[in-house]
């Protein structure tokens, strides 16, 4: 299952996620999402579980936790919304 976490500090790395994430069961992937031209955090990522059961778990225990100094938001990853494309003006 695929998860959102937001809220992130910006010195929050993925060894962090997979960290606390960990304690709730095998962590696939952890991703943070950065700027394409800083390289900076965008204060978000995501961190793939194996385990439905387990990722639940992890859901429910760290929503609305501290990680880092910040309250995070955890819930169930959705699929992105289908994007009209963009329209250039010249």
Do not use: C, H, W
């Not at 709730?24 to 439905?52: H, L, P, Q, W, Y």
């Amino acid at each position: 299952m695929n998860i959102y976490i937001g809220n992130l500090d910006y010195g929050v790395t993925e060894e962090d996620l997979r960290e606390a994430f960990g304690e709730f069961g095998d962590v696939s992937s952890a991703n943070i999402i950065t700027d394409k031209f800083t390289g900076r955090s965008k204060g978000f990522g995501f961190v793939e579980m194996s385990s439905s059961d387990d990722a639940n778990e992890a859901i429910e225990s760290l929503n609305d936790t501290d990680l880092n100094g910040r309250t995070i938001k955890v819930n169930e990853a959705k699929p992105r919304a289908e994007r009209p494309a963009r329209r250039y003006q010249y």
